[in-house]
């Protein structure tokens, strides 16, 4: 049975000029209970978890089988990056990105430039991908990004030759690297 609830999607409350479009959607009865559950956990309305969960479909979830993404548990990305030798997970790190990045902004954005890298690095990395919380800031006339992380030393180490791989493989850009054992801190010269 459907329930008939309407649900109306806007966009987000933080676009500094906010253009929403009303949609009316029927949903089942679980669904709809389900949507009322997570938007109360989350303390925000049906209306800004719909958008998020639509705003996370249109940025990646429809683009994951086309770049061939799969989701992996933590732990058992953890454990693969634990089996390779010190010096050979910054390696396999480099070798990764010297091809998948390129050919995912490629097809996702259809240009490679300075900010689609770093939108692929924040959103396909972190932000959907799950790998580590992105966060960036200009000081100085540098980029500073530091991606925290929980994979261990050895996912820092892999990260740091994907992440190195990726700016100069797309872009052929240099960047320094400092890393600890749950992050990656990246300086981008501007």
């Known amino acids: 049975m459907i329930a008939k609830q309407h649900i109306y999607v806007s966009e987000s409350c933080m676009s500094v000029v906010p253009t929403s479009t009303t949609r009316s959607f029927r949903v089942d009865r679980e669904l709809s ?10 303390g925000v309305s049906v209306n800004a978890l719909v958008n ?13 089988s086309k770049i061939d993404l799969v989701v992996i548990n933590r732990e058992l990305l953890k454990s693969l990056f634990d089996s390779y030798p010190d010096e050979d997970i910054f390696g396999l790190g480099v070798s990764a990105g010297e091809i998948i990045p390129r050919d995912t902004i490629l097809f996702w954005k259809k240009t490679l430039t300075f900010e689609t890298v770093l939108e692929y690095i924040d959103k396909i990395i972190c932000r959907y991908g799950f790998l580590g919380t992105y966060d960036e800031t200009n000081q ?19 990260l740091h030759g994907y992440l190195k791989s990726t700016l100069k493989n797309t872009i052929n850009l240099e960047s320094s ?6 992050s990656v801190k990246l300086e981008i010269n501007l």
Request: proline content about 0%; glycine content about 6%.
């Open 140 to 158: 100085n006339g540098q980029r500073i990004i530091v991606i925290r992380h929980r994979l261990g030393k050895k996912g820092s180490q892999f």
């Open 177 to 182: 690297f400092e890393l600890t054992e749950s």
């Open 33 to 42: 209970r389900v949507l009322d559950e997570e938007s109360e956990r989350m």
């Open 52 to 64: 998020m969960i639509l705003k996370r479909y249109s940025e990646f979830t429809r683009f994951l």
